[in-house]
């Protein structure tokens, strides 16, 4: 116990242990007696904190004494004497050195794996742009468009995927990243490969931004880059005009996906369950594995719908 000046009233045995010391030799010595200057300071500032605002404190405290980092769980309470007065402050302190030395390992340990998941990221973002590229120079000896066509769709997957490690890389949660911008970007990138003429084809976007999980967020990717390079490319043919709208929001625990043109039209011979066009088989595929429900609408135009629940990490 102490007075407002950090006078010690009274000291426990293990208290006084702690410092070296038994409790008669700390009875009416000061902080500044036992403690760095700048030490004892601060802890009589915290004794007159209790005191001038009447309210007990529970802090963590790193104690350097006696050539030894310490830590102590600390609590001060206000002591009030018979005239309903504070006139002294009760500190009880627990050393927590050990648990603190185990947190700050942790700490380090999880630094560094944050460090290498970001490097991780970094690594895969840019082996898929080296995949994205070498598909890019291997299409220019390509004869045959559906050939070409071919290298081309491969190369917008891989980089819809390297957008993600991207995102991943340059952001501080390296688990989720914020899925309204990285479809904007994706469909903005899609627009300036696949449209020729940007002023038949508008692209409206109505996304918000939600926080999507990495494993969600691939799949989704690749179903995303599917269906707005597929109405680029066959929803709009003969110079048609026409307009491309991408919708994506969290409806209370489910996430809604919505791309939809004005164009042709879907196929009415084409059924998504059976079909060889390996982008729809992708989109059905990919669905299913983020546990997701797929609705085709065929008239006017052209709508995918896809709904799901995000799935939690024991799933």
Request: proline fraction near 3%.
């Amino acid at each position: 116990m102490y007075d407002e000046n950090g006078i010690f009233l009274m000291a426990n045995k293990s208290g006084a242990h702690s410092m070296g010391k038994e409790p008669a030799e700390l009875l009416g010595h000061s902080l500044r007696d036992f403690f760095p200057l700048k030490l004892a300071e601060k802890q009589i500032e915290l004794i007159r904190k209790v005191i001038s605002t009447e309210e007990g404190l529970d802090i963590e405290m790193f104690v350097p004494y006696g050539g030894k980092d310490q830590w102590f769980s600390t609590s001060l309470q206000p002591i009030y004497g018979h005239d309903n007065r504070i006139r002294s402050v009760q500190v009880i302190s627990r050393d927590i050195t050990e648990i603190k030395e185990t947190q700050i390992k942790l700490e380090h340990a999880l630094e560094e794996k944050d460090m290498l998941m970001k490097e991780i990221y970094h690594r895969v973002k840019n082996n898929l742009m080296v995949i994205s590229s070498l598909l890019n120079l291997q299409s220019r000896y390509i004869k045959d468009e559906e050939a070409r066509g071919i290298f081309k769709e491969s190369q917008e997957r891989a980089h819809s995927m390297a957008l993600i490690h991207e995102r991943l890389y340059r952001s501080t949660d390296l688990k989720h990243i914020d899925y309204g911008d990285y479809i904007r970007t994706l469909t903005r990138d899609l627009f300036r490969t696949y449209v020729t003429d940007p002023s038949r084809i508008n692209l409206e976007l109505e996304v918000e931004d939600v926080m999507i999980d990495i494993n969600t967020a691939i799949p989704l990717g690749l179903i995303i880059n599917e269906l707005v390079s597929n109405s680029m490319k066959h929803a709009f043919p003969e110079d048609r005009t026409g307009k491309i709208t991408v919708k994506f929001k969290k409806d209370e625990d489910h996430y809604i996906l919505e791309v939809k043109d004005n164009g042709v039209g879907f196929p009415s011979d084409i059924k998504l369950g059976k079909t060889d066009s390996l982008g729809l088989q992708l989109v059905t595929s990919l669905t299913e594995q983020i546990g997701g429900e797929l609705e085709l609408q065929r008239s006017p135009g052209t709508t995918f719908c896809i709904k799901f629940k995000e799935k939690g990490i024991d799933e």
